[in-house]
């Protein structure tokens, strides 16, 4: 995936997860935890595994400007790794970020 590519995915859906693995097979720590903490705030996202493309992470470090996996963006907006994720969800500002893109739980 080139910068244009990362670009348009990051565009066109409301949340991307950059990350190793899959949200159903995560290939590392950080990865599962980022992915766990949008399945407990009840949101759809797209997850992109950077170890299926070796282009990805080079140009995913250039539209970031963020150096480590996971990376989150949300409408577009970059956000920040595993521990940024962790910190806003617990102040609940990730909560309130994601707003209607939360689904109502039964």
Do not use: H
Request: charged residues 20%; aromatic residues 8%; glycine residues 8%.
């Amino acid at each position: 995936m080139n910068q244009e590519q990362i670009r348009q995915v990051v565009t066109q859906n409301p949340v991307v997860l950059f990350m190793k693995g899959t949200k159903q097979f995560p290939r590392c720590g950080f990865s599962g935890r980022a992915a766990q903490i949008l399945k407990l705030c009840n949101v759809d996202f797209v997850d992109i595994n950077v170890l299926s493309d070796e282009e990805t992470v080079p140009a995913l470090r250039e539209v970031a400007n963020w150096p480590t996996i996971p990376v989150l963006y949300i409408r577009g907006e970059f956000i920040g790794g595993c521990d940024i994720m962790t910190e806003m969800y617990q102040a609940g500002e990730l909560q309130e970020k994601l707003g209607d893109l939360m689904q109502a739980t039964a």
